[in-house]
């Protein structure tokens, strides 16, 4: 499976500003994804990042809020624009696993934001 | 609209005793995929375990094993032998095999194993 990793681990933020996560796989991979878990709650996917394309948002997701970046096949950022303390919450990205494991995803270790 | 459902948000069980966890999905498609997430206090989600709905048989990973009823839509994750590191949060999860490749979870279990 790949190892995944994000930067920050955690930050605290100040309403109206922005936070950019970053995620980094140790391998090449298609597509990635960015979740949000809110305190207590199940994930909810924000967008799909594919390589060379506009990311794909959910429902609920707009890009001004939630602007994504994809350059190359191991990297993605996401970022959180114009905080309000709702924004509290750990993002996670995820990458899908290899052609023999459809559908599986393995995630980053997340990033907790709060939003004071 | 496709939906997971984990009707236990709290489940406690004995070290080395065996307890099952619960998953309902609904969904009008024939192919699809079913797994079990992990996400320990330490908030790392791992893969447990997965399920491809055309494979009658039922997935297995050491102490984890799945009964996996297509007509019922149902989901169970069963873990034998129970360990303290089984502590988690357990999720399940569905993914279609067409037209998306994100997956759809469920609210989650919080699962206790006490010694």
């Known amino acids: 499976s790949a190892v995944i990793s994000q930067k920050p681990s955690r930050d605290i933020c100040q309403r109206g500003t922005s936070l950019t996560i970053q995620c980094q796989v140790d391998s090449q991979v298609t597509m990635m994804f960015w979740y949000r878990q809110q305190p207590g709650q199940s994930l909810t996917l924000i967008a799909t990042?594919?390589?060379?394309?506009?990311?794909?948002?959910e429902s609920g997701f707009v890009i001004d809020k939630f602007p994504i970046s994809r350059p190359n096949l191991t990297f993605s950022t996401l970022t959180v624009s114009n905080l309000s303390p709702e924004d509290s919450s750990i993002y996670l990205c995820s990458v899908e696993g290899s052609l023999d494991r459809p559908r599986e995803q393995y995630f980053g270790p997340g990033t907790r934001l709060t939003v004071t | 609209a496709q939906t997971v459902t984990q009707s236990q948000p709290e489940m406690s069980v004995q070290e080395a005793e065996t307890v099952t966890l619960s998953c309902t999905y609904d969904t009008s498609e024939n192919n699809y995929y079913l797994f079990w997430y992990k996400q320990p206090p330490s908030r790392q989600m791992i893969l447990v375990i997965r399920?491809?709905?055309?494979?009658?048989q039922n997935a297995t990973e050491n102490r984890f094993s799945v009964n996996f009823q297509k007509a019922a839509k149902s989901f169970s994750l069963k873990i034998s032998d129970s360990q303290l590191g089984d502590t988690a949060m357990y999720f399940c999860a569905f993914s279609p095999t067409y037209n998306t490749d994100k997956l759809i979870f469920g609210t989650g279990t919080r699962l206790q194993v006490f010694p």
């Open positions: 399920q491809e709905a055309y494979k009658q």
């Open positions: 990042a594919n390589q060379g394309s506009e990311a794909t948002y």
